[in-house]
C-alpha cells in the first residue's frame, strides 16, 4: 500500500515473465518452488512424471467442462433474457436429454479412471528390487532419519534460521543436515512419528506419506535426476508446522558412497558434510559454465 | 396508535417484547434469530479470514511474530495463526453456513412452502436455537484460555485430528471446542428431528411428497444427512474427551489406540457435513433459477433424487480425505471410485438449472445474478474436486492449497452465493420491505471478482507444492498470495455494501409487495403477505 505503482510493476514484471517462460517451457528450478509458477515442479522421479502426465490430462478435461458450461450460461443468458424471448417456453422435460447428462458424464469418468488406477497402484506398491531403505521420522519440529541398511545412525535435520542462511540457501526450505541418495537408486521411505502426526512430503518426487506416531507408512521413490530437492512438511503439527523442511541431496553413486561412510562413523560428521558441499560447489561451476 | 391495532388482530407481540424471542416458538422469528446470527458469526468468521490474508501477504512473519511488541503483542505468534485457521473454518461451518441456510431459511420457508401453520415442535426449534448462541460463547471462549502449553487457544485445524488434540494440546481451551461442538450438534440434532417431523406429517392437503418445492427436498434430505451423521461426531468428539481427561487410549497408538481410527469417524460425519452445507443451497438456486427464468424447474423428479442420490453417495466416500494416512491400495481404489460417481447426480443438477433456463425469459435480478455466479463457480469447484478424487493425483494435491482452492469455490462461492440468493430472494418477504438493488448488485459484483482473486491463484500455489494451514512460506510462494491478499480487499468492499443494502433498507422502509417477482414466483410463500402474518395457514391451502 506504501508503494502502488511499486506494486502494480511487480505485478506485471512477474506476470509477464510467468507466461514467457511458461510458453517457453523453460520453467522452473528443479526442486523448488517458483514464483509465479501455474503448476507443478518439475518431476525427477518415475511417479512424479506419471502424477503429470495424468494430471495434464485432467486439466484439458476440466477446463473443457468449465468452458462448455460457460459457453451454454452465456448462450441462454444473451438468447433467453426476457427482451430477447418475452415468453417463456413450458417444456420441463425431455428424456433423452437427462439420459445423455447423465450417460455422458459416467464415459468421461471411465475414461478418466482407465489412466487413474494404475498410477495409484504404481505409486503404492514398492518394487521388489530395491537399493535400500531410508527411515524418517517426524517431530515437533524437526526431521530425524536413519539409514538401516548402511547402520547410519538417526541424525536430526534442522530448518536453518534465517539469520543464519548462508548464500544459496532458501529460506524455510534448507536444512542443516539433509538427506542423501544416489541418482537413479531406488529407496524405500518409511515414515513415522514420535509425538503427534506430520507428513513427509517432496513435491518433485510426487511422495506424500503421513508420519503417523505408532504406524511405520512406506512408499518408494526413485530420482533420476542429480540436485537439491526441496520438501515441507504437509500435516498440521502444532507451533512450528511451516518450520520443518525436508532437503534431499541426489548425488553421483561414488559421492554417496564416500558420504555414507563417513556418515556411518559419526552421524553429524563434519567430513560428510564437507563431501557433499565439494560436490555441490563442482557441480555448480560445471552447470554455470555450460550456462 | 394503529399499530397497536394491527398487532391485536393477529396477535403479534411487539418488536421491543423481550419475551418475543427468549420464549419464541414461532418459526419465523426463530429463523429470523438464526439469520441475526449467521450474520454475526460470519462478521467474526470473515475477521479471522482477513487476518490470514493479511498474514500471507508477504513472506515472513507480519502479524503472529509471536514479539511482545507491534502486531505479535495483540495477535500472538504461529500457534494463534493456526488457532485463528482452526476458527475460521470452525465458526463458518457451524455458526455461519449451517445456522443461516437450514436455521434461517429452512425455518422460514419450509412450513410456509409445505403449507404449514408451524414447525412441529415449535418449543424443541426454540431450545434449538438457543443451544447455538451459548456453544458459539464455548467456542469463542476457547480462543481466550491456554491450548498448548502457555500459547492461548486450539491450533489443530477444525478436523481436530489427535494426537495433537490430545496429548498436542494439554491446555483447557480444547476441552472448551470438543463441549461446544457437542451442544452444536445436540442443536443440530433436535433441529434435524422437527424439520423430518414437520416435512413428513404437515404438509397441507394435496402436497405429495413428489409434488414439495424443491427447497423442501433439500431441507430434507440435508437434516437426514445431521441426524445420521452428527452422532459419530460426538462419539468422535467423546473419545476426545475421555483420552485426554480420563486416561483412555482410543486414539493413543502407546495405550494400544490409532490416531487413522478418529480419522474415520471424524470424516464419516465430516463428508457428509460438507454436503449439508452446500445441499440447502442447491435448493434455493433451484427456486431463483425457476422464479426468474419464469418456467418450472426442468426435471424436478431428476433433481430431488439426484439430492437423495448426493446425500447417500455422501455417506460411503468419505476416505478420500485421507489418502495419505497409507490405507491399503484397493480401499483407496474402492473410494477413488465412488467419490468420483458423485460428479454424476452434480452434473444432472448443473445441467438440469441451464435447462431451466433455457427457453426461458430471464430477468436478471439480483438473486438471479447470485444464482448463475453459484452455477459457474460450482463447476469450477466440482471439477478440481474430480482431479482431488483420484488418489493418485491427490497424493501431489493432498494438504496443499489447492485442497484450500477447491472447497472455496464449492463453500466460499458456492454455499455463500446461495446464501446470498436466498438473503435476495426472500429478503422483502422476510423483512416486508424493499432493498437497494444497485446495492445489492454491486455487492454481486465485489464478491464475485473478489473471491475468484483470492481463491484462483490458490489453484496455482497448490500445484506449486505450498502446504495449507502455513504461516509462513518459501519466498517463491510470495506473488500467487499477495494476489490472493488484494482479492480479499476487493471481497472487503463487498461486504460493505451487504450492510450497506442492509441499512439502507432498515431507514427507508418502502412497503414490501407479497409477490416481488411475478409469474414465476409459484410456491406457497408468494401467496402470503410480506411480511407472512405472525401465524399463517390457520385456514390450510389445497394444493391440485
Redesign the interface.
Given at each position: 500500500m506504501t508503494d502502488l505503482y511499486g506494486?502494480a510493476m511487480r505485478?506485471l514484471t512477474?506476470l509477464a515473465l510467468?507466461w514467457t517462460t511458461f510458453a517457453a517451457g523453460a520453467f522452473a528450478t528443479p526442486g523448488?518452488?517458483?514464483?509465479?509458477?501455474?503448476?507443478?515442479?518439475p518431476a525427477v522421479t518415475p511417479i512424479?512424471e506419471?502424477?503429470t502426465s495424468?494430471?495434464n490430462i485432467?486439466?484439458v478435461?476440466?477446463t473443457i467442462?468449465?468452458l462448455f458450461?460457460?459457453g451454454?450460461?452465456i448462450y441462454?443468458?444473451i438468447r433467453?433474457?426476457?427482451k430477447a424471448?418475452?415468453?417463456?417456453?413450458?417444456?420441463?422435460?425431455?428424456t433423452l436429454?437427462?439420459v445423455v447428462?447423465?450417460a455422458v458424464?459416467?464415459l468421461i469418468?471411465i475414461g478418466?479412471?482407465i489412466p487413474?488406477?494404475p498410477?495409484?497402484?504404481?505409486?503404492?506398491?514398492i518394487p521388489p528390487e530395491i537399493d535400500f531403505t531410508l527411515k524418517a521420522t517426524g517431530n515437533?519440529w524437526n526431521w530425524s532419519y536413519e539409514y538401516p541398511d548402511h547402520e547410519v545412525a538417526e541424525y536430526f535435520s534442522n530448518m536453518i534460521e534465517?539469520e543464519d542462511l548462508q548464500p544459496g540457501q532458501?529460506?524455510?526450505?534448507s536444512v542443516d543436515y539433509p538427506l542423501v541418495v544416489p541418482v537413479n537408486a531406488t529407496v524405500r521411505l518409511q515414515v513415522t512419528a514420535s509425538?503427534?502426526?506430520h507428513?513427509w512430503?517432496m513435491?518433485s518426487f510426487?511422495?506424500?506419506?503421513?508420519a503417523?506416531?505408532?504406524?511405520i507408512?512406506?512408499a518408494w521413490f526413485q530420482a533420476t535426476q542429480e540436485g537439491v530437492y526441496?520438501?515441507?512438511?504437509?500435516?498440521?503439527?502444532?507451533?512450528?508446522?511451516?518450520?520443518m523442511p525436508i532437503e534431499v541431496h541426489v548425488v553421483p553413486q561414488d559421492v554417496f558412497d564416500a558420504w555414507i561412510a563417513a556418515k556411518a562413523e559419526d552421524e553429524y560428521s563434519e567430513a560428510a558434510d564437507t563431501i557433499i558441499a565439494e560436490y555441490t560447489a563442482a557441480r555448480e561451476t560445471r552447470l554455470a559454465q555450460l550456462d | 396508535m394503529s399499530a397497536d391495532a394491527a398487532t391485536h388482530d393477529d396477535h403479534t407481540p411487539s418488536l421491543w417484547d423481550w419475551r418475543r424471542w427468549v420464549l419464541s416458538t414461532n418459526h419465523k422469528d426463530i429463523g429470523t434469530m438464526y439469520l441475526v446470527f449467521a450474520i454475526f458469526a460470519g462478521i467474526i468468521g470473515g475477521g479471522l479470514s482477513g487476518l490470514i490474508r493479511w498474514e500471507l501477504m508477504e513472506p515472513g512473519l507480519q502479524v503472529f511474530t509471536g514479539e511482545d511488541t507491534g502486531w505479535g503483542a495483540i495477535f500472538g505468534n504461529a500457534h494463534n495463526y493456526n488457532v485463528v485457521t482452526t476458527m475460521h473454518a470452525l465458526i463458518m461451518i457451524f455458526f455461519m453456513v449451517m445456522p443461516a441456510m437450514i436455521g434461517g431459511f429452512g425455518n422460514w420457508f419450509v412450513p410456509l412452502m409445505i403449507g404449514a401453520p408451524d414447525m412441529a415442535f415449535p418449543r424443541m426449534n426454540n431450545i434449538s436455537f438457543w443451544l447455538l448462541p451459548a456453544s458459539f460463547a464455548l467456542a469463542l471462549m476457547s480462543m481466550f484460555v491456554p491450548g498448548a502449553g502457555a500459547d492461548l487457544g486450539f491450533g489443530g485445524g477444525w478436523v481436530l485430528y489427535p494426537p495433537l488434540s490430545t496429548s498436542g494440546h494439554n491446555g483447557p481451551a480444547m476441552d472448551l471446542l470438543i463441549l461446544s461442538l457437542h451442544i452444536a450438534g445436540v442443536s443440530s440434532i433436535l433441529g434435524a428431528i422437527n424439520f423430518i417431523t414437520t416435512i413428513f406429517n404437515m404438509r397441507a392437503p394435496g402436497m405429495t411428497i413428489h409434488k414439495m418445492p424443491l427447497f423442501v427436498w433439500s431441507v430434507l434430505v440435508t437434516v437426514f444427512l445431521l441426524l445420521l451423521s452428527l452422532p459419530v461426531l460426538a462419539g468422535a468428539l467423546t473419545m476426545l474427551l475421555t483420552d485426554r481427561n480420563f486416561g483412555t487410549a482410543f486414539f493413543a497408538p502407546e495405550g494400544g489406540g490409532d490416531p487413522v481410527m478418529y480419522q474415520h469417524l471424524f470424516w464419516f460425519f465430516g463428508h457428509p457435513e460438507v454436503y449439508i452445507l452446500i445441499l440447502p443451497g442447491f435448493g434455493i438456486v433451484s427456486h431463483v433459477v425457476s422464479t426468474f427464468s419464469r418456467k418450472p424447474i426442468f426435471g424436478y423428479l431428476g433433481m430431488a433424487y439426484a439430492m437423495v442420490a448426493i446425500g447417500f453417495i455422501g455417506f460411503i466416500v468419505w476416505a478420500h480425505h485421507m489418502y495419505t494416512v497409507g490405507m491399503p491400495v484397493d480401499l483407496k481404489a474402492y473410494f477413488v471410485a465412488a467419490t468420483m460417481v458423485i460428479a454424476v447426480p452434480t452434473g444432472i443438477k448443473i445441467f438440469s438449472w441451464i435447462a431451466t433456463m433455457w427457453g426461458g425469459s430471464i430477468e436478471f435480478r439480483t438473486p438471479m445474478m447470485w444464482a448463475i455466479g453459484f452455477i459457474f463457480l460450482f463447476t469450477v469447484g466440482g471439477v478440481t474436486g474430480v482431479v482431488l478424487a483420484n488418489a493418485g493425483v491427490d497424493q501431489s494435491l493432498h494438504d496443499t492449497y489447492y485442497v484450500v482452492a477447491h472447497f472455496h469455490y464449492v463453500l466460499s462461492l458456492g454455499a455463500v452465493f446461495a446464501i446470498f440468493a436466498g438473503w435476495y430472494y426472500w429478503f422483502e418477504k422476510i423483512f416486508g420491505v424493499k432493498y437497494n438493488s444497485f446495492l445489492a448488485r454491486a455487492q454481486f459484483f465485489f464478491f464475485f471478482i473478489g473471491a475468484n482473486v483470492i481463491f484462483f491463484p490458490q489453484h496455482f500455489l497448490g500445484l506449486n507444492g505450498m502446504p495449507r494451514r502455513y504461516v509462513d512460506y518459501p519466498d517463491a510462494f510470495e506473488f500467487w498470495n499477495a494476489v490472493s491478499s488484494w482479492g480479499y480487499v476487493i471481497m472487503l468492499v463487498g461486504m460493505v455494501l451487504f450492510f450497506a443494502v442492509l441499512i439502507d433498507a432498515m431507514i427507508r422502509r418502502r412497503k414490501a409487495d407479497a409477490n416481488p417477482w411475478g409469474e414465476g414466483a409459484t410456491t406457497l410463500e408468494w401467496t402470503l403477505s410480506s411480511p407472512p402474518p405472525f401465524h399463517q395457514f390457520s385456514e390450510l391451502p389445497k394444493i391440485k
Open positions: 506494486e505485478f512477474a510467468t523448488q518452488p517458483t514464483d509465479g509458477a501455474l503448476g507443478f515442479q512424479m506419471e502424477v495424468f494430471h485432467l486439466l478435461l476440466i467442462i468449465t458450461v460457460m451454454l450460461l441462454v443468458m433467453y433474457n426476457r424471448n418475452p415468453t417463456p417456453s413450458k417444456n420441463s422435460h425431455n436429454l437427462e447428462w447423465t458424464p459416467v469418468l478418466i479412471a487413474s488406477f498410477l495409484l497402484y504404481l505409486q503404492d506398491e515437533q534465517e532458501l529460506r524455510n526450505l509425538d503427534v502426526i507428513n512430503a513435491p510426487g511422495t506424500k506419506m503421513d503417523i506416531p505408532g504406524r507408512n512406506e526441496y520438501g515441507q512438511c504437509s500435516e498440521l503439527c502444532g507451533l512450528r508446522h511451516a518450520f | -
